[in-house]
Every structure is written in structure tokens, then in C-alpha cells.
């Protein structure tokens, strides 16, 4: 039986499963990021208007 032409040699499936590794770790990331409208100090922090008090992100 002949092996497969895709990947030929265990390098190129160590190559292939970092990769998607690091995609699957890359659209993990993504929920994680909150939106806001904007108006935040330089520390990412701002005054919460319906409770008066400060927060940060």
C-alpha cells in the first residue's frame, strides 16, 4: 500500500498540526474581546454612567 502524497514525512504533519493548533488557539481568542463604544481613559478605564462608578477593561 502507498502512503499518502499529502504528507509524505512526519515533519510535514508536525508542521500541519501546529498550525492548527494555532488556528483553533487563535478563534479561541476571539470571544474573549470586549466591544465599547469608546471614551476610555489611556488605561482603558471610564466612568459607568448608570452606577456613577469607574471600571476598566
Keep these: 500500500m502507498k502512503r499518502s502524497t499529502l504528507l509524505p ?3 510535514g ?4 498540526t501546529l498550525a492548527i493548533a494555532g488556528v483553533v488557539a487563535a478563534f479561541s481568542q476571539a470571544g474573549r474581546a470586549e466591544a465599547h463604544g469608546g471614551r476610555t481613559d489611556r488605561n482603558g478605564c471610564h466612568k459607568e454612567r448608570a452606577t456613577g462608578r469607574r471600571h476598566c477593561h
Design 9 to 11: 514525512k512526519p515533519v
Design 13 to 16: 504533519r508536525r508542521v500541519l
